[in-house]
Structures are given as structure tokens and as C-alpha cells.
């Protein structure tokens, strides 16, 4: 669940970090260039390698706060929520699917409830309470809601789960019909273009009944 | 995305008078006011907006759902589309508008989009949206490829040769049926707006979409006192079950007694250049028996000016069903 583990090393490499490390030579240098300081770095990291970074012209000086943890940060006005969550601060289980607010797969809360963080500039969410697919559980401690998406293998690449998952922790506290056409529809937001639907509506429903 | 500055004005007076300055309210607008920014950062993205100032409003004490003192509701600009659609006043006097929110978009932009945002939604209008096209909304005078282009989704109601983009919105043509009144602050003082009146037909000026001016903040809108007895219904039709715009849609609130219907309000969405309400079909029912006859009846009479283009000749049959069945499950409900 998560790429940016403290104890990632040789012996135990994140995602990202293989990736960066063992891809080809023409993808290797793409991603270095695009992710140089991301490649390794861990969220705690991350605000020491903003306050040293480059200065930002006419940046603008914003508090994050991100699964119970602020983060002080100096943003480009154009930085979305996603963008700011992803490479200001290098928590990349959010992904980036269509950046328009069409696929859900940027989807994280704010204030506990479900936005489209590609759609939103981070500058509008200063004080704000976010949290993302890493504040909801650890490897060790799966939320139920990741559990359940194990449990019934509610994914197959895995791209869109982040934000199926932090669609589907939403979802518990909004109202909801009980059958699955209900669920279907509060989760239509959330694109899966490996086809994954009927697992994720069986791993909701588990949830929803266990709870 | 063209770079801009940021601010958050402290009140709603210095949020008129910091986007007093711009040139333009309309297409084009050096400053924009942003709230939910599901419209504006999509198309500040694609460079159609290119503001050079954002003024956040988001803050400002705008997001109340309050009774209004004639017996209806006010309803402020920043009041998410999800806690309006669930707004328990608005489900049991207003459930048209209700069921219009929760048919539109997904629950996250539901979320995030608001009353004054929705009002202001943009067209989907695919040559509207590619900088590399030419578009008489966009940019005047340049032309409108859709006429002879790709159409299947745009307007068949309200077009001119310079235009035929399509109004997306879904909670507009409920609050036309209910007959909402948009509060706007301006330089010159609060006005109300019929929401008739807001919305402007393309005609030779399609980059003129409403008639708010620079400095003009939408404060908050007005629903009239609930009709009691009404029956209300939103039916959209759609290429899928669930998040997309709507092909055909119909807000309708009746009242019916003794068979006969006493009172019609009938809106239509996807189908106009903007919220598009029938007082054609409003007056060929008002005063006649509630049957399918009559329904039919009232759906042509909505339909009688449409224009078809090259690919949405469907839509005017369409838009008649829909009509025809909205009037139905409501009579029927």
C-alpha cells in the first residue's frame, strides 16, 4: 500500500524505487529526470527537501495537513491538491488518471469527505484536514475497506484502487441504498478500466455488512 | 495552465471589488471567482480560462441553506450540490431539484461543486474545449466547426448559426422549473435575477453566457414557497446509467386535481443552449385532463421550434419521451 516506506532499502525496495532502479536505460533516465528527489525520499523527508528546494516564483506559502501531520510548504498558485500531494510532499498512492475529474483515481478526502484532488488547487485547502490511501491503514493494519478489496480481489493493475478505496471509505458514512445498484452508483466516479467492478461492489457490500 | 495570483478576499465587498476590475465577467475573464473549481481548474487546464487573478470565495460566509421569510428557501452560493441534494427541506418541498443534483456528475464532484458554480457550468461542447479549434464561444468570429462537425450531443433548442453548444447543467433545469431567483452582489449594489433571465441565448454573442458583469458575486439563490400538492419529477436520459450529461432530460413539477391539471412548471436539459423551460408545454397542459394524450401533447408543443443538426435528430423524439414519461411517473407517483 505504500511506496514511500522508511525501510525501503536493497533488501526491501519500494515499487517506485525498483522501478527507478531496474527499468530500462531510456525509462530509467525519463523517470529519474521527471522524479529525481521522489525516487527515494519519504514524507518526512519531504519538507526538508522543500524548504531547500529552488525558490518557486510567486509562490505561496501554505499549511498542509495530511493524514494528522502539517506539512509548511511553498506552492506554485497553478499546484493542484493532487500535484501537491504527489510530488510537494511524495505521497504517490493518489494517482493521476485523467487529471480532468472524469476517472476518480485522484480521489482523497478533505474534511473527511471524498473530492477529485486533480480539480482542486492545493492553496484552497490550506488548514485543511486531508488524508490519503496512506492515512487510512498500514501494510501491518489494513483499514477494513483494503482488507475487504484483498479479500475479494476488488482490483487487477491496481491503478484506480487508491481511489476506489478512499471512494468506498467515504461512501460508509453517505447515503446509501442497500443493494448493490446503490453502491454502483455512488462509486460510478470511480473509473476501473481493468473491469474490476464486480469485486469492488462485493468488497463494499462485505464491508457495509460487516460493519 | 497560464500562471495567475491568488487571492482570498476577506468579505464579499472586497470580492466584488477586487473582480471589479475585470475586463469581462463572461468568456475570456481576466478574473475569476473560484469555489468548488470542478468547471474552472478543468478548463484553466485546457487554457479556455486563462484568468490572471482567482478569487477564492470559499471561505466567505456563503454556504447556508436557510427558510427565506416568504416560506421558501435560500440557498447560499457555496453550498455543495451533495449537501443540497440531502438537504432535508429540499427532498421533501423541492425533490425535483434533489433528484436533478444527484443525476449529475459523481459523489466526489458533488462534493466539490456548488450552487453559483453549477449556474455557471460550461458547455462540454468538444470544440469548446480544444484551444486548437475554432469556436465563436471561445474565440468570436472564429467560427463553429460543430455545425458541421461532430454534434450528436449539442443543442437542438435555442441555436443560432454561430452557435449550438448545449447547457450541461442538470441542477439549473430543475431550479428553472422551480422557478429560482439568482441574488447577485455587484458594484452597484444586490440584484435579483429570474432564472430566465440569467441564462442568454447564443444568437451573435455566444461568448455571453449570463448577464453578470465584472464584479458581480452571486451571493445566494431563492426557491419560491413549496407548491403544495406538486408533484415533482427529473427524468434524464443518458448514453450511460450514471455519470454523464444528460442526452434529454425533464424537470416537471404539476399539481393535479380532480384529474385535471391545475399547474404546470416543465423544464428541459441536454437539449437546450441553455436551462430550457416550456411555457409552450406549461400552457397546452394547464387546464386539461392528466392522460398520456395530453402529456404527448405538451411534449410536442415543448419540441415544435427544435432544430435538428447533421447527428442529434434523435434528440427532438427523444426529448419528447422524456417529457411524455416525466409527465407520467409524476401524474402517476
Keep these: 500500500m505504500k511506496d514511500d516506506d522508511p525501510q525501503s532499502g536493497p533488501s526491501n525496495p519500494t515499487r517506485r524505487a525498483f522501478l527507478v532502479t531496474t527499468g530500462g536505460t531510456a525509462a530509467a533516465t525519463v523517470i529519474a529526470a521527471y522524479v529525481p528527489a521522489h525516487a527515494s525520499i519519504t514524507a518526512e523527508q519531504s519538507d526538508a527537501a522543500a524548504a531547500t528546494a529552488p525558490s518557486i516564483e510567486d509562490a505561496v506559502p501554505i499549511t498542509l495537513r495530511i493524514n494528522g501531520k502539517d506539512h509548511q510548504l511553498r506552492v506554485d498558485p497553478r499546484t493542484t491538491l493532487l500535484d501537491c500531494i504527489r510530488e510537494t510532499v511524495a505521497l504517490t498512492g493518489t494517482k493521476k488518471g485523467c487529471d480532468h475529474g472524469q476517472c476518480g483515481a485522484c480521489t482523497v478526502h478533505v474534511n473527511g469527505r471524498r473530492v477529485n484532488s486533480c480539480l482542486s488547487l492545493a492553496l484552497m485547502h490550506d488548514g485543511e484536514e486531508i488524508t490519503t490511501i496512506e492515512g487510512l491503514g498500514t501494510p501491518d493494519a489494513l483499514h477494513p475497506m483494503q482488507a475487504a478489496f484483498v479479500a475479494r480481489d476488488g482490483y487487477q493493475c491496481g491503478y484506480c484502487t487508491s481511489g476506489q478505496i478512499m471512494s468506498a471509505v467515504a461512501l460508509l458514512k453517505e447515503p446509501c441504498g442497500p443493494d448493490d445498484a446503490a453502491v454502483k452508483e455512488l462509486m460510478s466516479g470511480n473509473i476501473c478500466r481493468c473491469g474490476a467492478y464486480p469485486n469492488i461492489v462485493a468488497a463494499i457490500q462485505q464491508v457495509r455488512k460487516d460493519t | ?333
Design chain 2, 1 to 333: 495552465m497560464h500562471t495567475f495570483k491568488f487571492i482570498r478576499p476577506q468579505d464579499s465587498a472586497a470580492a466584488v471589488a477586487a473582480a471589479a476590475r475585470a475586463k469581462t465577467a463572461q468568456q475570456g475573464a481576466d478574473v475569476r471567482f473560484v469555489a468548488g473549481g470542478t468547471t474552472l481548474l478543468d478548463l484553466m487546464k485546457l487554457n479556455v480560462e486563462t484568468p490572471e487573478r482567482v478569487l477564492d470565495i470559499n471561505r466567505l460566509p456563503l454556504d447556508k441553506i436557510e427558510a427565506a421569510p416568504d416560506g421558501g428557501l435560500k440557498i447560499g452560493a457555496t453550498v455543495r450540490n451533495s449537501d443540497l441534494a440531502h438537504h432535508p427541506i429540499v427532498q421533501r418541498d423541492y425533490s425535483v431539484l434533489s433528484q436533478a443534483i444527484l443525476n449529475g456528475a459523481s459523489a466526489q464532484l458533488r462534493n466539490m461543486a456548488t450552487t453559483a458554480g453549477n449556474l455557471l457550468q460550461r458547455t462540454r461542447c468538444a470544440y469548446f474545449r480544444d484551444t486548437a479549434m475554432p469556436c465563436n464561444k471561445r474565440e468570436p468570429g472564429t467560427g463553429c466547426p460543430a455545425i458541421t462537425g461532430s454534434n450528436r450531443t449539442l443543442a437542438i433548442l435555442g441555436t443560432s448559426e454561430h452557435c449550438i453548444a448545449t447547457n450541461p447543467s442538470d441542477m439549473c433545469v430543475a431550479m428553472a422549473a422551480l422557478e429560482a431567483t439568482i441574488h447577485v452582489q455587484g458594484p452597484k449594489g444586490p440584484r435579483a435575477v429570474l432564472i430566465g433571465d440569467f441564462h442568454l441565448l447564443p444568437g451573435n454573442t455566444p461568448d455571453r453566457e449570463t448577464v453578470l458583469e465584472p464584479g458581480d458575486l452571486i451571493t445566494h439563490v431563492t426557491l419560491p414557497p413549496p407548491i403544495a400538492g406538486s408533484k415533482q419529477v427529473y427524468l434524464k436520459l443518458r448514453d450511460r446509467a450514471s455519470y454523464e450529461f444528460a442526452l434529454a432530460s425533464a424537470a416537471v413539477v404539476i399539481t393535479v386535481a380532480s384529474g385535471n391539471v391545475t399547474r404546470a412548471r416543465i423544464a428541459l436539459g441536454g437539449v437546450g443552449t441553455k436551462p430550457w423551460r416550456s411555457h409552450e408545454a406549461e400552457a397546452a397542459l394547464a387546464g386539461h385532463p392528466a392522460n398520456h394524450a395530453n402529456f404527448r401533447k405538451a411534449a410536442e408543443a415543448a419540441l415544435r421550434n427544435a432544430k435538428p443538426q447533421s447527428e442529434n435528430g434523435f434528440k427532438i423524439e427523444l426529448a419528447r419521451r422524456c417529457l411524455t414519461h416525466a409527465l407520467q411517473m409524476a401524474a402517476t407517483g
